[in-house]
T-cell receptor, first 119, second 113 residues
Framework: EAGVTQFPSHSVIEKGQTVTLRCDPI?????LYWYRRVMGKEIKFLLHFVKESKQDESGMPNNRFLAERTGGTYSTLKVQPAELEDSGVYFC?????????????????FGAGSRLTVL | RKEVEQDPGPFNVPEGATVAFNCTYSNSASQSFFWYRQDCRKEPKLLMSVYSSGNEDGRFTAQLNRASQYISLLIRDSKLSDSATYLC??????????????FGKGTLLTVNP
């Protein structure tokens, strides 16, 4: 079974430019999450999709960040315009969904992350 | 006060040593607790869930004290392959929902030959 895949693995852009990160969750997983780790800080929740709907976007830093999950499959996270403080590693994670059978039904599987460097 | 606070580390131990990680959390309503492991420049991976009764998985033992809001992880007979950053993670949502995890900063462990 393929895991959570993220693209690009590393992106270097200049302040003011736009970057779009993509996440392909594990096939069939209803829940998709974005988390971020900035240098020297802990990993922090950004938002949560259930299928194509935003369940919780309370962690999104500001309106320069836009996440979408069209069709409830892959998701994109766009940063426009990027600022220096946006640099960090953006992790995507997915889980099967609520009410699924099995003890691991709601365990999150993380992708390897997309490292963003804003110069 | 940080929501999840861990030993800052780093820890450097010889192979075979026993090492303990400590963690405290601020939200007394937190429902689920986990230890994740993260290798350098890799994704966090679930190591084990932590239950009130304490649980063991081979060389790893996790403990939870809800009254003290304290979580621990003990690694016995440490191996070189145990070298990684250990993340204390708390979920404030009950009912099996894992969607909003709160992470500690992590503690780096290096096991030396």
């Amino acid at each position: 079974e393929a895991g959570v895949t993220q693209f690009p693995s590393h992106s270097v852009i200049e302040k003011g430019q736009t970057v779009t990160l993509r996440c392909d969750p594990i096939s069939g997983h209803d829940n998709l999450y974005w988390y971020r780790r900035v240098m020297g800080k802990e990993i922090k929740f950004l938002l949560h999709f259930v299928k194509e709907s935003k369940q919780d976007e309370s962690g999104m830093p500001n309106n320069r960040f836009l996440a979408e999950r069209t069709g409830g499959t892959y998701s994109t996270l766009k940063v426009q315009p990027a600022e220096l403080e946006d640099s960090g590693v953006y992790f995507c994670a997915s889980s099967p969904g609520f009410g699924r059978e099995g003890p691991w039904a709601n365990v999150l599987t993380f992708g390897a992350g997309s490292r963003l460097t804003v110069l | 006060r940080k929501e999840v606070e861990q030993d800052p580390g780093p820890f450097n131990v010889p192979e075979g040593a026993t090492v303990a990680f400590n963690c405290t959390y601020s939200n007394s309503a937190s429902q689920s607790f986990f230890w994740y492991r993260q290798d350098c420049r890799k994704e966090p991976k679930l190591l084990m869930s932590v239950y009130s009764s304490g649980n063991e998985d081979g060389r790893f033992t996790a403990q939870l004290n809800r009254a003290s809001q304290y979580i621990s992880l003990l690694i016995r007979d440490s191996k070189l392959s145990d070298s990684a950053t250990y993340l204390c993670v708390v979920n404030d949502i009950g009912g099996g929902s894992n969607y909003k995890l709160t992470f500690g900063k992590g503690t780096l462990l290096t096991v030396n030959p």
